[in-house]
DNA sequence: CTGTAGTTTCCTGGTT
DNA sequence: TAACCAGGAAACTACA
C-alpha cells in the first residue's frame, strides 16, 4: 500500500510531499494542540469547509480515537483542503488512505451525512486485520448507545447468536428472541450484571420519542426509526 | 460547577 | 400466573 505518492492520481495538487512526513509537519500542529479537539469540533463544521489544516488534524484524530497506527496512513497524500477531500472518489480514497482507506473512507461519509454517528459493524465496513498487523477496535467504536448495541447485533449474525431476528429487514423490524439473553449481554457490555429486560425495554421505550425507534403493535417486536441509521442493506 | 443526554432503577397499572 | 408493555419519576453517569 505505500505505492508511489508520484503518481498523477495524487491528490496534492500543490507539491509534492514526502510520503514518510508526519502529519505534525504537514499541519504544524503540536499533538497538545491536537489534544483540545473532540467529536463536535469535527461536526460543527461540515468537511467540505475544513483547511488543509483540518483534514490533518482529523486523521490524527481518528488514529487517536480509535487506536489505528498514524504509520500506516500516508498523510502527504491528504495535504489537500476539505473540498478536495469530499470530492475524492471513493477509489482514490482507498488508494490514499491504505490500508485503513476503507474505514475512513466509511467514517468520513458518515460525518458528511449524519455529523458523528459512526457505523461499526465489520460486516459492513468490510474491513480485516490480515492486510496489516495493527488492530482495528472496530467492536468498541461509537456503538455505546442501546440502539447502536441492538443494530449491531441484528447486523452480526455470527455474535447474535439466536438473540434478536430480523422480522423484515427492509423496513427494518426485528424481534427479541431471547430477552433475558439481550439484557444479560448488555448488562454485560455496560458492566452492569443487574440488568434485565425489563429495565432494558425501558430504555427501548424512550426511543420512541427520539425517532430512533417506532412502536410495533406486537410482543417483542421492534422497528428502527427514520432517526437510526446504519441498519439498512446496501445504504450508509 | 452546571446542564444535558442517555440510560438505569423503580413503580403502578394494563395486556397477552 | 408469568412475561410483556406503557410511561412517569427520579437517580445516575459521562461528557461538554
Same mark, same amino acid.
Given at each position: ?7 498523477? $492520481? &495524487? ?7 514526502? @510520503? /514518510? $512526513? ?24 461540515? @468537511?467540505?469547509?475544513? %483547511? ?10 481518528? &488514529?487517536?480515537?480509535?487506536? =489505528? ?16 477531500? &469530499?470530492? $475524492?472518489?471513493?477509489?482514490?480514497? =482507498? ?36 492486510? &496489516?498487523?495493527?488492530?482495528? @477496535?472496530?467492536?468498541? /467504536?461509537?456503538? %455505546? ?11 452480526? @449474525? ?42 432494558? %425495554? ?10 430512533? =425507534? ?23
Amino acid at each position: 500500500m505505500l505505492e508511489s505518492v508520484t503518481q498523477s $492520481m &495524487c491528490l496534492s495538487n500543490t507539491m509534492v510531499c514526502d @510520503p /514518510l $512526513m508526519s502529519w505534525t509537519e504537514l499541519s504544524g500542529t503540536t499533538k497538545d494542540d491536537y489534544a483540545t479537539y473532540s467529536y463536535s469540533f469535527w461536526t460543527s463544521i461540515h @468537511p467540505e469547509y475544513w %483547511s488543509k489544516h483540518n483534514v490533518c488534524e482529523w486523521l490524527q484524530f481518528c &488514529c487517536d480515537q480509535y487506536k =489505528l497506527d498514524a504509520n500506516c496512513i500516508s498523510f502527504s497524500r491528504f495535504n489537500i483542503n476539505g473540498l478536495q477531500l &469530499c470530492n $475524492m472518489t471513493q477509489e482514490e480514497f =482507498l488508494e490514499a488512505a491504505g490500508i485503513y482507506g476503507e474505514y475512513l473512507y466509511f467514517i468520513l461519509q458518515n460525518i458528511r451525512m449524519h455529523g458523528i454517528s459512526f457505523f461499526t459493524d465489520a460486516e459492513e465496513t468490510k474491513l480485516s486485520n490480515k492486510d &496489516c498487523n495493527c488492530l482495528l @477496535p472496530i467492536q468498541d /467504536l461509537q456503538n %455505546s448507545h442501546l440502539w447502536e448495541f441492538v443494530r449491531d447485533l441484528l447486523l452480526s @449474525p455470527e455474535k447474535n447468536g439466536g438473540i434478536l431476528e430480523w422480522e423484515d429487514r427492509g423496513q427494518g423490524i426485528f424481534r427479541v428472541v431471547k430477552s433475558e439473553a439481550l439484557a444479560k449481554m448488555w448488562g454485560q457490555k455496560k458492566k452492569n450484571d443487574r440488568m434485565t429486560y425489563e429495565k432494558l %425495554s425501558r430504555a427501548l421505550r424512550y426511543y420512541y420519542k427520539t425517532g430512533i =425507534l417506532e412502536r410495533v403493535d406486537r410482543r417483542l417486536v421492534y422497528k428502527f426509526g427514520k432517526n437510526a441509521h446504519g441498519w439498512q442493506e446496501n445504504k450508509i
